[in-house]
């Protein structure tokens, strides 16, 4: 099992990056994915998942700057973060779960993201 985050980089504040999660090993259909970061200092908390039938749910502290959607052919999620704020700061991980905030299933290393202010 493996999940591959990639596409962070440093970025001013204002810009976009597109987080992508490449997923092997296991039937990518039968799972959530979801998107969850974590800040130098703070808990790992939820950005975006999105379950298996393409229903989209936001975690507590992201608001619509933020979009999420797969690619079941190529067992791919991607995360599209615009107007991006120092704040969102992180090292950013996908994950499959059996559901959408279970917190639970398979876990991919995560890829930095720097905003710049």
């Not at 259909?29 to 936001?58: H, M, N």
Request: glycine fraction near 14%.
């Amino acid at each position: 099992v493996q999940l591959q985050a990639s596409g962070g980089g440093l970025v001013q504040a204002g810009g976009s990056l597109r987080l992508s999660c490449v997923a092997s090993g296991f039937n990518f259909e039968d799972y959530a994915i979801g998107w969850f970061r974590q800040a130098p200092g703070k808990e790992r908390e939820g950005v975006l998942c999105i379950s298996t039938s393409g229903g989209t749910y936001y975690g507590d502290h992201v608001e619509g700057r933020f979009t999420i959607s797969r690619d079941n052919a190529k067992n791919t999620v991607y995360l599209q973060m615009n107007s991006l704020k120092p704040e969102d700061t992180a090292v950013y991980y996908c994950a499959a779960e059996p559901g959408c905030w279970t917190w639970s299933g398979y876990w991919g290393r995560g890829t930095l993201v720097t905003v710049s202010s």
